[in-house]
């Protein structure tokens, strides 16, 4: 029986096995400009003295860290395509981690950037500071040091520069207490407000907080116990969505976020181990099933089509509702056995930021969109965050045009970010291999009980 499972199991793996996908000129071309213009979203509109990144522009905007950590790994992919000089990019993070370093951490309500090495949501673009009472949050931080580790790694000259580059980085990862954080043990709280104390809410289940549990099991200083992985993914929820089984979470982003910067191909922990699959198979799963929704579109939205489709946490027209239909502004859009949440809206980083799983549907996807809604939906920074073409409500509050659909103005550094590194990944996989040789990656994954691939 043991020889037949193992026989079931390699055929079963062999039919899921991808052929790879083979970039064209036109493939390539495209990517290209897409990359050099969402880059300078990061290059162009950050604050050059302390390195902090708008969470959105043009509108005027705090800063988000999660932003700010998805800018820092665009600058070295903009080093390698020739975007700017390694020079440029080294100077650029270096402010970013001084600031970082030296910023002021307490459990005073005002006035500071963050408390026991964690960081505030937004901060002032400006100061630094916390941005009126938002959380000091987990998951952005850990965002913001998945890029501050791709920096440690990258920078590896001996020279003033980047050895202070390396100094910073582990200064700043290391003083980070998960173990603070685990108020509800073993799960790590989403955050904490000096005016009340802990989020009651866990990262539980499965979503975008992997890399933020790798990165508390890699700590060199104040790591989480191994039990956290195991309860982690006891609150998977493996379903079977628009013929997709996968471990099902409705928006997009949390199937790519932890991606852009860990390679998860071939490596399984003991959940996907049993399951036959690794997580990025899963996450290829979860986009075909969010274009299969797109597609079959039961609710009749304006476009949808195998090349207009992408549902993830974005922004939106308004919070209304207009001849019976319900419209949303910021939120997070998806489609999953668990919930749907659709109003129409679509945006090109839910199809960019799985280009690295799925280049035979995304990549489509993207040229189609940039190709029908021209400069309404592609401007200076690539595409603008998201579109509803079934809006067509005049109003004096809703974010964009609206008479021929409507149209964000703004776009957000949460967004571009996934887009800029994943096409990357999909290139040349350099992301992902520049990763694998950090240290506390390594030491985080093999704690959760990753094995095999590349870990070996």
């Not at 949501?121 to 630094?128: N, V, Y």
């Not at 207490?177 to 539980?204: A, C, L, R, Y």
């Not at 690295?356 to 939906?377: E, H, Q, V």
Request: charge should be positive; proline fraction near 5%.
């Amino acid at each position: 029986m043991k020889r037949l499972f193992l026989l079931l199991t390699f055929f079963v793996t062999v039919a899921q096995a991808q052929p790879a996908y083979k970039l064209t000129r036109a493939d390539n071309a495209f990517l290209d400009s897409l990359q050099r213009d969402t880059f300078r979203y990061f290059w162009e509109t950050a604050n050059p003295s302390n390195g902090l990144i708008p969470d959105r522009a043009p509108t005027p905007s705090f800063s988000s860290v999660a932003a700010v950590g998805f800018g820092l790994t665009t600058y070295l992919v903009g080093v390698e395509r020739g975007y700017v000089t390694r020079k440029q990019a080294a100077d650029r993070t270096l402010a970013t981690l001084r600031f970082f370093a030296s910023a002021e951490q307490s459990d005073k309500a005002t006035g500071v950037t963050g408390y026991k090495g964690f960081f505030y949501h937004f901060l002032d673009m400006k100061t630094g500071k916390r941005f009126k009472q938002v959380e000091l949050s987990t998951i952005d931080t850990a965002l913001l040091l998945g890029g501050i580790l791709s920096a440690q790694t990258y920078f590896d000259r001996n020279v003033p520069e980047e050895k202070e580059i390396r100094m910073l980085a582990e200064q700043i990862y290391g003083r980070t207490d998960w173990t603070w954080f685990q108020h509800n043990s073993p799960f790590v709280s989403m955050g904490w407000h000096p005016e009340k104390g802990f989020i009651p809410s866990d990262w539980h289940g499965y979503n975008e907080a992997m890399l933020l549990y790798v990165l508390a099991l890699g700590s060199p200083t104040h790591p989480v116990g191994s039990d956290v992985w195991p309860a982690w993914t006891k609150g998977y929820e493996w379903a079977t969505f628009q013929g997709q089984p996968h471990v099902n979470f409705d928006p997009l982003f949390g199937h790519q976020y932890s991606h852009v910067w860990i390679d998860f191909r071939g490596i399984k922990d003991d959940y996907m181990t049993k399951k036959g699959i690794d997580y990025v198979e899963n996450s290829r799963r979860a986009t075909y099933a969010n274009r299969a929704y797109c597609l079959a579109n039961p609710d009749k939205w304006t476009d949808y089509s195998a090349t207009i489709w992408g549902l993830t946490a974005c922004d939106g027209p308004k919070d209304t509702t207009v001849a019976g239909r319900s419209f949303f502004s910021y939120r997070a859009r998806g489609a999953a056995s668990q919930q749907i949440v659709d109003d129409g809206t679509i945006a090109p980083t839910a199809a960019g930021g799985s280009l690295a799983f799925a280049p035979d549907i995304c990549l489509p996807a993207l040229r189609s969109m940039k190709t029908r809604y021209g400069s309404k939906l592609y401007g200076q920074y690539g595409f603008r965050d998201a579109f509803n073409p079934t809006y067509r409500y005049p109003s004096a509050f809703a974010n964009g045009p609206t008479t021929t659909g409507w149209f964000d103005v703004d776009y957000l550094g949460i967004d571009q970010g996934p887009i800029v590194l994943m096409a990357e990944n999909l290139r040349t996989n350099f992301v992902w291999n520049l990763m694998k040789k950090n240290p506390h990656i390594r030491r985080g994954l093999q704690r959760a009980g990753f094995k095999g691939g590349w870990l070996k």
